[in-house]
């Protein structure tokens, strides 16, 4: 028998703020400037791409564009999208590695 495997879309299981932030929040951690652009992309998939152009004034096929795991969004873009997301940036120092104790 045949196993039907069907596509995973992460934008099905954002259905409050703190899922799209704590979704969000994970992705910066990577570092990875195209999977985080990806990772705002499914939130913004999961709000509804329709408002989200309304809100920022950009057009939908330009968010698709920009937020897709090969998109590169301005900061311009970013800050409107995760503005309209319900969403802030902040700032930490990076965590130093602690020093080996030699002996």
Avoid at 5 to 23: G, M, V
Avoid at 63 to 75: K, V
Avoid at 89 to 103: N, T, W
């Amino acid at each position: 028998m045949k196993e039907k495997l069907t596509t995973f879309d992460a934008a099905e299981y954002i259905e409050t703020d703190e899922d799209a932030a704590e979704f969000m929040a994970l992705a910066f951690e990577t570092g990875d400037a195209a999977y985080i652009a990806h990772a705002v992309g499914v939130v913004a998939r999961a709000k509804g791409m329709t408002e989200l152009a309304r809100q920022t004034g950009l057009s939908r096929e330009q968010l698709y564009r920009s937020l897709s795991e090969g998109g590169n969004p301005t900061l311009r873009t970013m800050l409107a999208v995760m503005k309209a997301l319900g969403v802030e940036l902040s700032a930490r120092p990076v965590k130093q590695p602690e020093p080996q104790a030699v002996g």
